[in-house]
């Protein structure tokens, strides 16, 4: 039989052959996974360590966009504005069955609209250069209906259709992991690290670890440890220098999700200049429609971040500003909040929308390396930058980054998005294979939403699923699709899960009142708190 390389136990059991790791990573989301593989594909003994999931923090909770970033070139940010259409590009090409060519429509309400727009979105295509995805145009008021058949017409000139990516975040970010194992790394999700290593003189060499299923302990010695925490990098850095200044600003992100018929078409609405100077999307999703984001600076931060009251209403309010077909508080489905690890700014005049969204690597005295800032689209760049700086610093042997053409695991061209698995590109065949073996795997979990069984069986199999948050958040996104399907089906999924896990009625019930517990939070009647 075959070894299964996503194996939990498996992949444990490698870790007493490694007396020294090359380069540990703390962390399992966009930037955490990226270094990984950029590691691991240089050729480096790679260890990754996750505290709970694969992209459970931010990385599951952005407006699933590949983007350039329209607003960032209003700002004059053309060199961030560049890398990040390359990478868009690059990204496109390596996980195909992830990201998707999605055309974006500004409606124009004033007579210069048009104008100014398609001259930005040249700009936007120009830098996009042989990777661009499509050239931006201008289209009259009947076109511009016809092509969004809910929006408020009153006023309308007409509007600027424009290309991007779109993409499923967290899928992206279970398949990178199998990307690094396939690589030669180890990823260990749900494996907490506690404390840094320090040897006498102060320099970090490896790090306290412990297994969160088990409660064992683990210590890992490296010769270099880099932190990718994100809105979690100042507690690492505060283990090894408990006076470290303060290297992040959370600044808070929140979406709707409604039904795909108060946005029917195949085009996404991009709200260039809210009331208060934001940029707003609405962009269809797997059948659904998200509507976000905000934009606001907290000072603390959590795993499951909650929605303002009045972040809801700006959303609400500003999505109505240009619908025919109005939504209400009662239209939401699933509503969700995600923390940026924006670089704090120098001094206290910056706002968020002024914090550099470009990523900054930080080198410690102690060695450690904080890769901090960016956001999905340049994930690989990202990481690039960190490990080139590791050998810069002569912490690791030259190694040229071998991640541009790589194929990322499940990557196939997909032209056809109906069925709902394509998002798992060439592993829809094994799920095809599961079903064969038992027919019941090919019953749905539940009649609002397309997912199998088979998808649990082999989230837990194959994706490294270890609870029901893992598959019905990041494996299947039936949290985030709608929050109340996905705790209809938590009892059921729970019993697939401990049985392919060998867990006991205990664990069962435990992990349904837990995921009930946290999934409440997603629906708006229990989800919202005041600031």
């Given at each position: ?5 996503f194996?939990?136990e ?6 007493p ?11 399992g989301?966009?930037?955490?996974l ?8 240089r ?8 505290q709970?999931?694969?992209?459970k923090?931010?990385s ?5 966009l590949?983007?350039?970033g ?12 560049r890398?990040?259409l ?11 069955h ?16 048009g ?5 930005g ?8 250069g042989?990777?661009?995805l ?6 009259n008021?009947?076109?511009?209906v ?5 929006l408020?017409q009153k006023?309308?000139?007409g ?9 499923d975040?967290?899928?992206l970010?279970v ?5 690094a194992?396939?690589?030669g ?10 404390g840094?290593?320090?040897d006498?003189s ?7 670890a ?6 064992t302990?683990?210590?890992f ?29 959370p ?14 078409g195949e ?10 100077g934001?940029?707003?999307f ?8 998200i ?19 009045q ?6 309010q500003?999505?109505?500003?240009y619908?025919d ?15 940026r690890?924006?670089?704090a ?8 929308k ?23 689209t340049?994930?690989r ?7 080139d700086?590791?050998?810069s610093?002569?912490r ?8 541009k053409?790589?194929?990322?695991h499940g990557?196939k ?15 829809q065949k ?21 997912f199998l069984?088979?998808?649990v069986?082999?989230?837990?199999r ?6 029901v ?14 929050a109340?399907?996905?705790?209809d089906?938590t ?15 205990a664990w ?10 946290l999934?409440n ?11």
């Amino acid at each position: 039989m075959k070894t299964n390389i996503f194996n939990r136990e498996q992949l444990i059991s490698q870790l007493p052959g490694v007396k020294k790791w090359d380069v540990i990573v703390i962390g399992g989301g966009a930037s955490g996974l990226g270094v990984a593989v950029d590691s691991a594909t240089r050729g480096y003994k790679t260890l990754l360590l996750e505290q709970v999931d694969y992209a459970k923090g931010t990385s599951s909770r952005s407006t699933k966009l590949v983007h350039g970033g329209v607003r960032y070139l209003a700002q004059g940010n053309i060199d961030l504005v560049r890398e990040a259409l390359h990478e868009r590009g690059l990204l496109e090409k390596n996980a195909p069955h992830l990201v998707k060519n999605q055309s974006f429509v500004i409606p124009n309400y004033r007579w210069w609209e048009g104008i100014y727009y398609t001259i930005g979105l040249k700009a936007y295509d120009f830098l996009a250069g042989k990777l661009s995805l499509g050239k931006s145009t201008h289209i009259n008021k009947t076109n511009t209906v016809e092509r969004l058949s809910t929006l408020r017409q009153k006023g309308l000139y007409g509007g600027v259709v424009y290309k991007d990516g779109q993409f499923d975040d967290s899928r992206l970010a279970v398949n990178l992991a199998q990307t690094a194992i396939e690589q030669g790394a180890t990823l260990l999700n749900h494996f907490k690290v506690t404390g840094l290593a320090q040897d006498t003189s102060g320099k970090i060499t490896g790090v306290e670890a412990l297994d969160t299923e088990t409660n064992t302990s683990y210590s890992f010695d490296a010769n270099l440890v880099i932190n990718a925490t994100g809105v979690f990098s100042d507690e690492i850095l505060k283990m090894q220098n408990k006076d470290a200044r303060k290297s992040i600003v959370p600044s808070q992100g929140v979406h709707l999700v409604f039904d795909k018929s108060f946005l029917p078409g195949e085009d996404a609405i991009m709200i260039p200049k809210t009331d208060d100077g934001r940029v707003l999307f609405a962009v269809p999703w797997h059948d659904k429609v998200i509507v976000g984001t905000t934009d606001t600076n907290l000072d603390d931060h959590s795993l499951e971040p909650q929605a303002q009251e009045q972040e809801i209403e700006f959303i609400l309010q500003t999505f109505n500003n240009y619908l025919d077909k109005k939504v209400t508080r009662a239209d939401v489905r699933s509503i969700y909040a995600g923390l940026r690890p924006l670089a704090a700014p120098k001094d206290s005049s910056e706002k968020t929308k002024e914090i550099s969204r470009s990523h900054k690597v930080i080198v410690s005295e102690s060695g450690l390396l904080t890769i901090t800032g960016g956001k999905w689209t340049t994930y690989r760049r990202m990481a690039q930058d960190t490990i080139d700086k590791a050998i810069s610093l002569k912490r690791l042997p030259k190694q040229p980054c071998r991640t541009k053409d790589l194929k990322i695991h499940g990557a196939k061209p997909t032209e056809d998005r109906n069925d709902h698995k394509y998002i798992y590109g060439t592993d829809q065949k094994g799920i095809a294979d599961l079903i064969k073996e038992d027919a019941s795997l090919g019953e749905k979990l539940h009649p609002r939403l397309p997912f199998l069984k088979a998808e649990v069986v082999w989230a837990a199999r194959y994706e490294m699923a270890r609870t029901v948050d893992d598959v019905l958040a990041r494996r299947v996104r039936a949290l985030f699709l709608d929050a109340h399907a996905a705790i209809d089906m938590t009892p059921e999924v729970a019993q697939i899960l401990a049985k392919e896990l060998n867990r006991d009625e205990a664990w069962r019930i435990e992990q349904v009142e837990k995921f009930t517990k946290l999934a409440n939070h997603y629906c708006i009647e229990s989800n919202t708190v005041t600031a």
